[in-house]
């Protein structure tokens, strides 16, 4: 069976700190794609990497693909209130996407 | 109106009640899912629907009773349910309908609480 483990489960931090989460898994994905999903709605894509090794940058997120494929980090730059919510990994397996156990992270103003 | 709908946003009912969620899509997509999300837990996959055909059934107790007339709508129909049912369900589409793994689309969720 497929699982990923997300790490924190929970993060309460100040705004304008750093953070970053994992997603880790004793499986290999073709791919592994993060959502976030804040209070009261669906999640949201954030990004998709495939390729192993890979680093994607949206604005002042940074999302890592570890080599092996098997794990992932989010890292957050000078975190905002906005950036308040929870975030889920998702693995691409054989048949579907396979959903971590999430992060949830609170941003003070 | 755009992306995934769910209707309603909030239900709440009796063990002995039977009501039904809606979703609605407005992507064009040929995949329709149904999940819920219980507090600790990871998103759960109940059904998949590709072509308006059901492809995957993952275990779900038959107190829940999925229905995809078409491609752009999907129903969870609900009866006689527990309270550990008390989840928020979402639905979420995607393009390819053949069954490989793409990404998916979510709707808001339904807030069900079963008293």
């Known amino acids: 069976t497929q699982l990923l483990e997300q790490s924190p489960q929970f993060l309460s931090i100040q705004e304008g700190e750093n953070l970053t989460v994992y997603c880790n898994s004793s499986?290999?994905?073709?791919?592994l794609q993060w959502y976030r999903q804040e209070p009261g709605e669906g999640p949201v894509l954030l990004v998709t990497?495939?390729?192993?090794?890979e680093v994607k940058k949206l604005k002042r997120l940074t999302f890592q693909f570890g080599d092996a494929r098997k794990d992932s980090s989010l890292h957050i730059t000078a975190a905002q209130p906005g950036d308040t919510g929870l975030y889920l990994c998702?693995?691409?397996?054989?048949?579907?996407?396979?959903f971590g156990t999430g992060t949830r992270l609170k941003v003070l103003a | 109106e755009t992306g995934v709908t769910q209707t309603p946003r909030h239900l709440v009912m009796g063990m002995t009640n039977k009501k039904s969620l809606k979703c609605e899509q407005h992507?064009?997509?040929?995949?329709m899912y149904w999940y819920k999300q219980s507090a600790k837990k990871p998103l759960e996959l109940m059904f998949v629907?590709?072509?308006?055909?059901?492809?995957e059934n993952n275990s779900v107790p038959s107190r829940f009773s999925p229905e995809c007339p078409n491609s752009s709508h999907l129903f969870l129909h609900l009866h006689t349910l527990q309270p550990e049912d008390s989840a928020l369900y979402l639905c979420?589409?995607?393009?390819?309908?053949?069954?490989?793994?793409?990404?998916?689309?979510f709707g808001p969720g339904t807030r069900l609480t079963v008293l």
């Open positions: 979420a589409s995607s393009q390819d309908g053949t069954g490989a793994p793409d990404t998916q689309y």
């Open positions: 499986s290999v994905f073709s791919s």
């Open positions: 990497v495939v390729t192993g090794g």
């Open positions: 998702a693995g691409e397996g054989t048949y579907k996407y396979i």
């Open positions: 992507l064009g997509h040929n995949a």
């Open positions: 629907y590709n072509f308006k055909e059901q492809t």
